[in-house]
C-alpha cells in the first residue's frame, strides 16, 4: 500500500502524483450514442463550459472520448473519432489547467491528441487494437491507462467465463505491463484499469470491486471507472440517471479498496465521496 501511495504518474512532461490523495478524473463523452451523456457535449464551447464546470468541482484531471465504447456500440473509423474530437480538443487543449486524458484504441487519434495538449492516453484494449499505439506512447513519453477487457464493445459480454475473475484480471495486466515495457514504455508511465463492465457481469464486477487490493500487487496506481453502469442499474433497480448513489456505494468500495484514480461523470458529488472514504483508508 505505501509503494503504491507514494507512485506517480509521469506523463509527457506532467509528473501526476497519486501519493497525496485519491484523484478524481471526471468524463467528457464528445459522442452521440455514450450510454450515460451521449449527444450532450458535442458542441465545442459546451464541452469547455462542462469542463471548467468539472474542474471547478474538484477534477484532478479530465478524460475525453469519442467513440462509445458501451457493450453492443457500434465501432468508429479513426476518420471520424478525429473528425468528433478535432474542434473540442482545439478549444479545452491549450485552456486546460489540468491534464488531460483521451480514451481511444487508435494510434493515429492518440498521435494528434497529444498535438492537442493531452498527455494521458486511455486505451481500453491495452495496445491490443491497434499495433501502432505501443509507438506512439514509448514516442511521446505520455501516460497510459492499461484496461482489461475480452474481445471488443460489440462481442465483450460473450466472453465472461473466467476461473478466478480477480486473478484472471490481475494476471493480465500483468502481462500487459511486460509487453509495455518491452516496447519501450517504462513502468512511471502506466496505470492499470481492471475494465469494470467491459467483459463482465454483475457478479464478477462486484468481486472484482471487493477483491480489488489484489491489484496492488502489480505495483502501479489503480484507475477504475463505475459510474453509472449496468451492474449498479442491476443491483439497484435505478436507470441510468438515477444511479448516482449507487455509483457513490461503488466508488467507496473502490476507494477503501485502494483504488488512486476514480474516473466519474459526476464530480461535485463523488469527490465527496472520495474524500470521505480516503479519510476511513487511512484512519
Not at 483521451?102 to 487494437?129: M, P
Not at 481492471?194 to 457478479?203: D, M
Not at 462486484?206 to 453509472?228: A, D, E, F, M, T
Request: some cysteine; glycine content about 10%.
Amino acid at each position: 500500500m505505501d509503494e503504491i501511495r507514494s507512485a506517480y504518474l509521469q506523463a509527457c512532461h506532467v509528473r501526476i502524483p497519486c501519493s497525496r490523495h485519491v484523484l478524481v478524473m471526471g468524463i467528457l463523452n464528445v459522442t452521440p450514442d455514450s450510454f450515460s451523456d451521449g449527444g450532450h457535449f458535442l458542441d465545442p464551447q459546451r464541452a469547455l463550459a462542462h469542463v471548467e464546470r468539472m474542474v471547478s468541482e474538484g477534477a484532478d484531471l479530465v478524460d475525453i472520448g469519442a467513440e462509445s465504447t458501451r457493450p453492443g456500440s457500434q465501432a468508429i473509423d479513426e476518420q471520424e473519432e478525429i473528425r468528433r474530437l478535432k474542434p473540442v480538443m482545439e478549444a479545452i487543449g491549450k485552456r486546460a489547467t489540468v491534464p488531460l486524458s483521451i480514451d481511444t484504441r487508435k494510434a493515429g487519434v492518440a498521435e494528434r491528441a497529444i498535438d492537442w495538449g493531452a498527455v494521458i492516453i486511455n486505451d481500453i484494449s491495452a495496445l491490443e487494437h491497434d499495433s501502432r499505439m505501443g509507438g506512439v506512447v514509448a514516442r511521446t513519453k505520455a501516460g497510459l491507462v492499461l484496461m482489461h477487457m475480452r474481445g471488443t464493445p460489440q462481442t465483450m459480454q460473450q466472453h465472461c467465463q473466467y476461473d478466478n475473475v480477480v486473478e484472471d484480471v490481475r494476471d493480465y495486466l500483468g502481462s500487459r505491463m511486460d509487453h509495455a515495457e518491452e516496447i519501450g514504455i517504462a513502468r512511471e508511465h502506466m496505470l492499470i484499469d481492471p475494465g469494470i463492465g467491459f467483459a463482465k457481469n454483475e457478479q464478477q464486477n462486484l468481486s472484482l470491486l471487493k477483491g480489488l487490493g489484489s491489484l496492488q500487487q502489480l505495483g502501479r496506481p489503480v484507475l477504475i471507472g463505475v459510474s453509472n453502469k449496468s451492474f449498479i442499474g442491476t443491483v439497484t433497480g435505478q436507470p441510468v440517471a438515477q444511479r448516482i448513489m449507487g455509483t457513490a456505494a461503488a466508488v467507496a468500495a473502490a476507494v477503501l479498496g485502494g483504488a488512486r484514480i476514480i474516473r466519474v461523470h459526476d464530480v461535485g458529488s463523488i469527490r465527496e465521496v472520495v474524500r470521505m472514504s480516503e479519510a476511513i483508508a487511512q484512519t
